[in-house]
């Protein structure tokens, strides 16, 4: 449906897309992921057509978006990261004007809005004006925008950011159905939305793609290790000579601790193995009382991190020129850690 | 197109813009007209018309300091662009909504030399050609604002910058008629707007080279024929510049002569402008 051959695009000196190729088949959930600044939405308004590459060619659906941009147009429902939404009209005019702008026929141009009105919920608001409208229901008036004119492909630019946890779900859910019909591609730095949606994911970090794979050959990445959580009520030695005795930890790694009296670790264990019945006889022995024992079953989160801190290296000897990209990405991992909290880790 | 022109004359009736638009070029129609022809009981419509000329300078930058401006700053610009339309279609929807909320009003100006007609002899032709000569001067000044609107994402200064470069039009006859008329000073002047037509040059490719030989292509044939044909210099800045002018050009429109030459150097300022704002959306997408 898409195919993506060697694009590279550069902002002066800076290398926003190093590069790339991929290819999109039709009738899948796909997942663009990447920390902020990764490269996501200039990749998907070249997709578009918004943007021009400085080199590599981008085909949809057979049509150079380049060359022949209008039928290539055609089969692309776009949403950009900020809803491009005129706030002086109602949901109603707005599709009625975008349909009109697809070149839906005449006659077809009140049925298709119905129809995505019908889909996104929308009725009930249709005639408030933008303006008016909260961030859900602008974010829905959005994504049935795209929808109009039949595209085959709908590409949604981080649909669910800034929207309330309840909205969050619904727009997911809205995304799901969409899954059903068409071919969605979706970007987002959060991960829990991505495992939540998508059945394949593109990773991209720096202008380049990282991973192509679907989701469960990439949870199978992950390896072999989950991660444990402990904090127990004892010296750092007295814990761990009572560890050593505890077969599948691999490794362990001690944590500064909250606590006054409390030695805390993070360990890494076997998944195959669970030693949290052993450890807790282990303490229960030497009477240490463990305060907190967690086990954080890896997933694509390991996967993600592991991927975006190799290419780290990579470019950990390159010039001056990436630095600015060193800034962003620091800035960057607060938010993600927070995101990675909520959604993603299933604590046990 | 038809989708974006629709759109367009929506927002302009639904916000205030289009409406104080019309009443405002309405009402000063209104009192010039009534000064004029009723107190002072003149038969042309030329005072009237040149003097609501003046008033584009402040209505003009309102109407179009959004156009698209407000586009770039909500970012819908990116949509647009992202739908199967052409630049060009979405640059022409644009300015053709914009043409019709000019031409609401002056098609009610169309009616004046009808009633006028009722208290003494209205010579037509002169009245409607002095009224065609207000709307083409609002097209160019429109496309001009237009423009100006696509360099910036601010309303705020595409509108301070359009009402800077409109009240420059409206006094370039002043000024041109300051300029000496003998060759040296003419010559000075052609080199200077070279170079400004370069640096236009140099800023719209983003190419210092293409500005530089677009200096060259102008200063060097210059240099020759004032080295070689220097009387022909006498007064020519002061020609061309008259010739440029639009204010210039719809003065003499509306005298009561039908210069068809005015005409179309109006319609063409106006597509050149156009063009030029298709090509700055372009740029934008490739830069």
Redesign the interface.
Known sequence: MIEVRNLTKRYGDNLALDNISFSISSGKVYGLLGPNGAGKTTTM?II?????ATTGSVTVGGHDIFEE???A??H?G?L?E?P??????TPF?YLG??A????VEYEAVLRQVREVMEVTQLEEVRDRLIRNLSKGYRQRVGIAQTML?NPDVIILDEPTVGLDPKQIIEIRDLIRRLGEMKTVILSSHILAEVTEVCERVLIIHRGKIVADDSLENLNCLAGGANRLHIAVKAGESVVLSALEGVPGILEYEVLKSGEAGACELMLSVDKSADPREAIFFAMADRRCPIITMELKKSTLESVFLSLTADAADEYAGADSEDEDYDDDDDDNVDDDDDEFDMGEEEDE | M???F??EL??YM??MTGHVFIAFLLLFFGVCVTVYNLFLGMASFRFAVEITGIAFLVIVPIITMRSLAKDRA???D?????????VSEIIIGKFLATALVLLIPTGVMMLYPLILSAYGTMHYASSYSAILSLFLLGLALISIGMFISSLTESQVIAAVISFGTLLFLLILPLLIALVPKDALVSFLCLVALSFILAAIVWKLTQSINAGMIAAVLQVVPLCALYYFKKPMFEGLFHKIMTGLSLYDRFYALNSGVFDIGSVVYLLSVTVFFLFISVQSLETR??S
């Open positions: 308004n578009t057509g918004c943007l021009a941009p209008l039928p147009k055609r692309i776009y950009p900020v491009p939404l005129y706030t002086d009209m005019e004007f975008v009109m702008a697809k070149r004119g | 038809i989708a974006v629709t759109r929506k927002s639904n916000n909500n970012l819908t990116n949509h647009l662009f992202s739908l199967p339309l052409k997408r490739w």
